[in-house]
């Protein structure tokens, strides 16, 4: 079993890209890369933490890999929009990539480049890819936010 943690957005439907995936063991939203300990929902929403809502995934490398997780995190949001995706407005909705090993943290600036040397974007990609720090899971409310109230549910 591996381990990544993804920020794209609000975590609803990060999670809902990953959470069906051949290969995924569990996915967990929640918080990382700021200052408070054990921060709640709204504690994070003020901005004044320091954490993005992100998406941890425990997935099974024999049945999907890492890059492949990068290439469906690069495909589900605009890597483009600094502390913004969709009308979702804040630090907490940063692109970032936490990395947990040398060969992750590998993998995701090499596939960074790539798009960059592809020129598939207009504007500079602001993804962050920084070391993993403490995950916090969210309030179980948040958990499988979506699968319990639709679709619809999510401003994405």
Known sequence: MQQAIFGAGCFWGVQ???QHLDGIIQTTVGYVGGTLKNPTYE????????HAEVVYVVYD?????????????????????RNR???DKGTQYRSVIFYHTEQQRKAAISSKEKLVSQKIYDKPIVTQIVKAQTFYPAEDY????LKKHGASACPM
């Open 142 to 145: 948040h958990q499988h936010y």
């Open 85 to 87: 995706q969709g009308p």
């Open 16 to 18: 809902v890209a990953f």
């Open 61 to 81: 490398e024999t049945k999907i890999s890492y890059e492949k997780l990068l290439d469906i995190f690069w495909n589900i949001h605009d890597p483009t929009q």
């Open 43 to 50: 504690e994070v929403c003020t901005g004044n933490t320091g």
